[in-house]
Antibody, heavy 118, light 112 residues
């Protein structure tokens, strides 16, 4: 069974950084891209970018190029997203989601709520 | 970036009736391999999005036959037959034809 288990909710200060994780199981981690999606409270879905866990190659949406950094640890089958210079605009739930066997966005993590507040 | 524009539903929708959601893209979603890269998702309150259909009309594993995707080029439709209580939530279309992948703003389905 494919599972994407994300780290817990974070409360962080404005101007700081946060790193959230997504541990994959039930498939070969390095075979498929991992994507990240942002959802602000009561808002829609926004694609942040994706990483190829096999070689670390990344693609970002333009607006997240200086905000998000995607990495992957093959030894622990875990993908990470670091968000920097946090503001209230970054308060959101962040999802990891994987395209497996050419089926896009078939599996999703449970989401990680990041709250930016002083 | 490809802009995805979704239509609204005449909420609330009576249980047992059909509902259709439209989605229009600002550019053709047909790729050079001949496939059309349009996905539909349902996000129920408090849950992660669930993939319903991909490549315009292929149902994801475990998804009810009551959900059917259709369309081509830049115009797409998700039809929900015999609407049930568990179908309530927000529906999103998404293009994965090219980066950056983009979603529609969402269409809310409420049941009567």
């Amino acid at each position: 069974e494919v599972l994407l288990q994300q780290s817990g909710a974070e409360l962080v200060r404005p101007g700081s950084s946060v790193k959230i994780s997504c541990k994959a199981s039930g498939y070969t981690f390095t075979d498929y891209y991992m994507h990240w999606v942002k959802q602000r409270p009561e808002q829609g879905l926004v694609w942040i970018g994706r990483i190829n866990p096999a070689n670390g190659n990344t693609v970002y949406a333009e607006k997240f190029k200086s905000k998000a950094t995607l990495t992957a640890d093959k030894s622990s089958n875990t993908a990470y997203m670091q968000l920097s210079s946090l503001t209230s605009e970054d308060t959101a739930t962040y999802f990891c989601t994987s395209t497996i066997a050419a089926i896009p966005f078939a599996y999703w993590g449970q989401g990680t709520l990041v709250t930016v507040s002083s | 970036d490809i802009v995805m524009t979704q239509g609204a539903l005449p909420n609330p929708v009576p249980s047992g009736e059909s509902a259709s959601i439209t989605c229009r893209s600002s550019k053709s979603l047909v790729y050079k391999d001949g496939k059309t890269y349009l996905n539909w998702f349902l996000q129920r309150p408090g849950q992660s999005p669930q993939l319903l259909t991909y490549w315009t009309s292929t149902r994801a594993s475990g998804v009810s036959e009551r959900f059917s995707g259709s369309g081509s080029g830049t115009y797409f439709t998700l039809k929900i037959s015999r609407v049930r209580a568990e179908d309530a939530g927000v529906y999103y279309c998404q293009q994965v034809r090219e980066y950056p992948y983009t979603f529609g703003a969402g269409t809310k389905l409420e049941l009567k």
